[in-house]
């Protein structure tokens, strides 16, 4: 029998804590979210190694993956995710990110694209029995419009860039956390809104494939 306790706190212990993450309360998230629950279309071995995951069971997921743990949880800290926020976690997939967000923040609404995904992830959350995350289907590209802006949005994988529509859901202040393609080379970036403005700061370098096809820049010439 698979001891998945004893390889979350390894996860936690060898992979996030040396990769500089010191807030206990992302740690505790980290160590207390059973991840293996959200496996679905992700071969069992595989679930606390440091690697993207790829949802590579099934063909019509398989390009899609969770990052690495440890990146996910630096991100986190880096964007001080404070406990009365309210988080838009874009590319959610079967629930894990939001879970782990749930944790550290008050409010949090999963974005993913495909119904399938969007039930397996609120069966997920259920069975942990979470109450503070909403899990929502549309388009990544397109956000999630509700009443009231979010103070930060996550959007889980490469982008060259940030679609205007996702920038107008995030408060004055708030913050969208992403890795930006630089060429070849990505980066964990912060953008801070300000006014009518995003101020980009980069952070530790990152290259992971893009979320989807629609956070590519379109190539500027036709044949």
Request: hydrophobic fraction near 40%; glycine fraction near 6%; proline fraction near 2%.
């Amino acid at each position: 029998m698979t001891d998945f306790n004893s390889m979350r706190l390894n996860m936690v212990n060898n992979q996030i804590q040396p990769f500089a993450v010191t807030n206990s309360v992302i740690l505790d998230a980290f160590a207390t979210i059973p991840r293996e629950i959200f496996g679905q279309f992700i071969q069992e071995s595989a679930i606390y190694t440091d690697n993207i995951l790829y949802l590579n069971q099934k063909k019509k997921f398989e390009s899609r993956y969770y990052l690495p743990a440890a990146v996910f949880a630096k991100m986190i800290q880096i964007a001080d995710i404070r406990k009365h926020e309210c988080v838009l976690d874009i590319g959610c997939l079967t629930g894990y990110s939001s879970a782990i967000l749930s944790k550290i923040c008050e409010t949090v609404h999963g974005l993913e694209q495909h119904e399938e995904l969007v039930d397996i992830a609120e069966e997920n959350i259920k069975k942990l029995g979470i109450e503070n995350i909403k899990v929502h289907q549309g388009n990544l590209k397109d956000g999630y419009k509700k009443k009231e802006l979010f103070d930060a949005i996550f959007i889980n994988g490469s982008v060259d860039l940030v679609p205007q529509s996702i920038n107008n859901q995030v408060k004055d202040g708030g913050r969208v956390v992403t890795i930006k393609r630089d060429g070849q080379i990505g980066y964990m970036v912060i953008l801070k809104k300000a006014g009518n403005y995003m101020n980009q700061i980069n952070h530790f370098e990152i290259t992971v494939p893009y979320i989807s096809k629609d956070f590519k820049r379109k190539s500027e010439f036709a044949f």
